[in-house]
T-cell receptor
């Protein structure tokens, strides 16, 4: 089944404790992206990647890191999480090179709480 | 900078009645526009997109959207609403080809369809 998977789905952590949220897609998509969803703010893009080893900042990159060493994986790293990073996070992917404006496929989301 | 506005936080409609969810955008040049739907505890799912051509775009589940360049709008419509349409709807915009790779979402509109 074609899908985007994220792990973990739920995470409660404490301020300053480094964490990684994994994202993997099995559709051979070039484009991958991370978003956070907050009430009243909709989805805001954190980082995106056009292909392996190519990443760029979205609208709210502060406090986050990403890497794209393999085409299928795009982990989101919080080096020192803070309470304002408590949010619902979504990973998404799309086939870019065929048509750069293809729809994106979203993962199920990761609900992160930072105490 | 590009932006999307969804002026209504919530839209209530009776089952069987037509529904409209409003979206206006701001972007330089000809935009690429999308609608996504989010059901409870799920990731976003693609509904439809406007790239070029006919201003009336048809999508999944009987939804359609009308692109109006003069009013910079891309309202989502359905002739007859179902209770199962109740969900959170997001409008999104990409800049025209060559203008970057960022997808900007609106804040979302909660659609509630009642019997």
């Amino acid at each position: 089944e074609a899908q985007v998977t994220q792990n973990p789905r739920y995470l409660i952590t404490v301020t300053g404790k480094k964490l990684t949220v994994t994202c993997s897609q099995n559709m051979n998509h070039e484009y991958m992206s991370w978003y956070r969803q907050d009430p009243g703010l909709g989805l805001r893009q954190i980082y995106y990647s056009m292909n392996v080893e190519v990443t760029d900042k979205g609208d709210v990159p502060e406090g986050y890191k990403v890497s794209r060493k393999e085409k299928r994986n795009f982990p989101l790293i919080l080096e020192s999480p803070s309470p304002n990073q408590t949010s619902l996070y979504f990973c998404a992917s799309s086939p870019y090179l065929v048509d750069p404006y293809n729809e994106q496929f979203f993962g199920p989301g990761t609900r992160l709480t930072v105490l | 900078a590009q932006s999307v506005a969804q002026p209504e936080d919530q839209v209530n409609v009776a089952e069987g009645n037509p529904l409209t969810v409003k979206c206006t955008y701001s972007v330089s040049g000809n935009p690429y526009l999308f609608w996504y739907v989010q059901y409870p505890n799920r990731g976003l799912q693609f509904l439809l997109k406007y790239i070029t051509g006919d201003n009336l775009v048809k999508g999944s589940y009987g939804f359609e959207a009308e692109f109006n360049k003069s009013q910079t709008s891309f309202h989502l419509k359905k002739p007859s609403a179902l209770v199962s349409d109740s969900a959170l709807y997001f409008c999104a915009v990409s800049p025209p080809r060559g203008g970057g790779n960022k997808l900007t979402f609106g804040t979302g509109t909660q659609l509630k369809v009642e019997l």
